[in-house]
């Protein structure tokens, strides 16, 4: 009995944890949510979030940005007459904006993956970044979720048929006074305030 055991030695059982987590390639991997990571990477960035349940939150949400910030309509450049209209103003500068201006302006779609914004020709028509003021308040809704800048691009595609916009650009740096590093060198910093409606 003694030289099967020293033959065959003695396997020694081995038990596997139901805590245990066994990784296998073919397991899904969890996903954070696209929402959450958006927050998060757009909180990282510097940028200030304001989510909103109905456009009557909104409108209350933005004239409390206005007086927290003690602006006035008139300081609102806003490109987007329609926009204006949502905002029930017609008080807003559409021709040039001044030193104290704020932009108000939509987006073509919310990039989870490093919390950036992306623009284009139809919100910003052919100006450079740093052409507009450097406080942006930017209306939004959930379903302009993305979670890569490359579906950001396909959503933009798809939605202008054969009239694709130009200009087409992002922002991700919302601290104006953070002291550039050589690979933020040359981008846009911009104090931005984004206001969320859940349309989902």
């Known amino acids: 009995m003694n030289l099967l055991k020293k033959l065959f030695g003695k396997k020694e059982r081995t038990e596997i944890s139901v805590n245990q987590s066994v990784k ?6 969890e996903t954070t949510p696209i929402d959450e990571k958006f927050t998060f990477n757009f909180n990282k960035n510097g940028g200030k979030f304001l989510y909103c349940l109905t456009m009557d939150e909104v409108l209350e949400t933005f004239f409390n940005i206005l007086e927290e910030n ?6 609102i450049f ?4 329609q926009l204006a209209k949502k905002f029930n103003s017609n008080n807003f500068n559409f021709n040039t904006p001044n030193d104290k201006s704020f932009f108000l302006t939509t987006c073509e779609s919310l990039i989870a993956i490093n919390g950036s914004i992306l623009f284009s020709s139809n919100q910003i028509n052919e100006k450079k970044l740093n052409e507009l003021p450097s406080k942006f308040i ?20 798809n939605q202008s048929k054969n009239l694709i916009p130009t200009n087409i650009t992002t922002i991700k740096d919302f601290e104006t006074e953070k002291e550039k590093d050589f690979m933020s060198y040359g981008s846009s910093s911009k104090n931005l305030y984004l206001l969320l409606l859940e349309d989902l």
Do not use: H, W
């Not at 003690?70 to 300081?75: A, F, N, Q």
């Not at 209306?139 to 979720?145: N, Y």
């Open 24 to 29: 296998s390639s073919y397991v899904p991997q």
């Open 78 to 81: 806003c490109i987007n007459k």
């Open 70 to 75: 003690k602006i006035e309509e008139k300081d």
């Open 138 to 157: 930017v209306f939004a809704t959930t379903s302009q979720l993305t979670d890569t800048i490359s579906e950001g691009m396909r959503k933009i595609k």
